[in-house]
């Protein structure tokens, strides 16, 4: 393995290009929903196959902005969807399910309810260390 530093256009470039693949596979589920229904994980593989043949993997981070412009979709937008898309499938589709409990729900099974947080400051070493050095 090696270690592999992204330019800012690569990384933005790769954001891009799979947001581009959430949209291909949303449509790609609605058009063949007869044909995939019985597929382990909604015929995925049979969408995935499909896309790694997919000419926008060789297209520069500028090509796939003037693609999605061609579709009528801003960069922006397509960031949007692919974020809405991680949030509905990690299950917190809305930003306040990760929020913390509110003073009267229950918290580890007590009834006991929240107050809130007491700022705790810890003692910073004056040397800088590596995570790694603590095992």
């Known amino acids: 393995m090696a270690i592999v530093f992204m330019s800012k256009t690569a990384k933005k470039r790769s954001l891009l290009l799979d947001a581009l693949r959430i949209l291909a596979w949303e449509e790609y589920k609605s058009t063949n929903k007869e044909t995939l229904k019985n597929l382990q994980y909604g015929g995925y593989s049979v969408f995935e196959a499909e896309w790694k043949e997919e000419k926008l993997h060789n297209n520069t981070y500028e090509e796939l ?6 579709l009528e979709f801003t960069e922006v937008e397509l960031l949007s969807i692919r974020s809405t898309y991680y949030s509905k499938k990690s299950g917190s589709a ?3 399910s990760t929020a913390s409990p509110s003073p009267t729900q229950k918290v580890n099974d007590s ?7 007491v700022p705790v400051s810890a003692p ?3 040397e800088e260390f590596d995570i790694g050095d603590l095992f």
Do not use: C
Not at 65 to 70: E, P
Not at 111 to 117: E, G, K, L, M, W
């Open 124 to 126: 910073v070493p004056e």
């Open 94 to 96: 809305t930003p306040s």
């Open 111 to 117: 009834s006991v309810p929240v107050s809130a947080p």
């Open 65 to 70: 902005l003037a693609f999605a412009k061609s």
